[in-house]
């Protein structure tokens, strides 16, 4: 775990998480939501997000893939933002959320963008690991589960957005984990990044 192979170096995969510490990372709001254990991140605890600041591409991605390892449990909310920046407290301002939810209350399901384009089936059970893809190449973002295909959206010139997310925009920017709630619990572990271009 939490290592790449020979070819997935060469193919320019690159590690955001040592499967042993926080390094490179910086929690929100409540630190204490996140911990490392058996070489992964776990989320459980007040809500706070955990973002990557370190030397990878200067934490300031745009066209990239993004993979990594997930394991809920049962009603656990949390999301993978991406195009986001640091802030102390509060939801994330800035960039898209890939939802990670396969039985929390709310409606919205892992690998959708929420609050834009939302997915309403449950691909991955809860208890079992599964392989979050998400790979921004310009205006366009794909998710998958494991090998398929969740969410397929194209920003548009002048993108509608409801109010409070009104910054929900493709820039560039880092990656945060979200944790949600304190009855939530998460587990990512293997997370890599490719540079697009």
Same mark, same amino acid.
């Given at each position: 775990?939490?290592?790449?192979?020979?070819?997935?170096?060469?193919?320019?995969?690159?590690?955001?998480?040592?499967?042993?510490?926080?390094?490179?990372?910086?929690?929100?709001?409540?630190?204490?939501?996140?911990?490392?254990?058996?070489?992964?991140?776990?989320?459980?605890?007040?809500?706070?997000?955990?973002?990557?600041?370190?030397? *990878?591409?200067?934490? $300031?991605?745009?066209? @990239?893939? +993004?993979?990594?390892? %997930?394991?809920?449990?049962?009603?656990?909310?949390?999301?993978?933002?991406?195009?986001?920046?640091?802030?102390?407290?509060?939801?994330?301002?800035?960039?898209?959320?890939?939802?990670?939810?396969n039985s929390h209350r709310d409606p919205s399901r892992t690998g959708g963008?929420?609050?834009?384009?939302?997915?309403?089936? *449950?691909?991955?059970? $809860?208890?079992?690991? @599964?392989? +979050?893809?998400?790979? %921004?190449?310009?205006?366009?973002?794909?998710?998958?589960?494991?090998?398929?295909?969740?969410?397929?959206?194209?920003?548009?010139?002048?993108?509608?957005?409801?109010?409070?997310?009104?910054?929900?925009?493709?820039?560039?920017?880092?990656?945060?984990?979200?944790?949600?709630?304190?009855e939530s619990e998460v587990h990512f572990r293997n997370i890599r990044v490719r540079l697009l271009r």
């Amino acid at each position: 775990m939490n290592t790449l192979s020979p070819d997935e170096k060469a193919a320019g995969w690159q590690l955001l998480f040592d499967g042993q510490s926080l390094a490179d990372w910086r929690a929100s709001d409540a630190p204490g939501s996140f911990s490392v254990k058996d070489g992964a991140i776990v989320v459980r605890g007040p809500r706070s997000h955990l973002f990557y600041l370190g030397p *990878v591409a200067n934490h $300031d991605f745009k066209d @990239f893939e +993004l993979k990594l390892d %997930v394991l809920t449990f049962p009603k656990a909310n949390s999301g993978v933002y991406f195009h986001t920046r640091w802030q102390e407290i509060g939801w994330p301002s800035q960039g898209y959320e890939v939802q990670v939810n396969n039985s929390h209350r709310d409606p919205s399901r892992t690998g959708g963008l929420w609050g834009i384009q939302d997915y309403p089936k *449950v691909v991955a059970p $809860d208890g079992q690991w @599964f392989t +979050l893809t998400t790979r %921004v190449d310009g205006k366009h973002v794909q998710t998958w589960i494991d090998q398929q295909l969740v969410a397929d959206y194209t920003e548009e010139a002048i993108p509608a957005r409801p109010k409070g997310l009104e910054q929900r925009l493709l820039a560039s920017g880092t990656f945060a984990l979200q944790g949600h709630d304190p009855e939530s619990e998460v587990h990512f572990r293997n997370i890599r990044v490719r540079l697009l271009r």
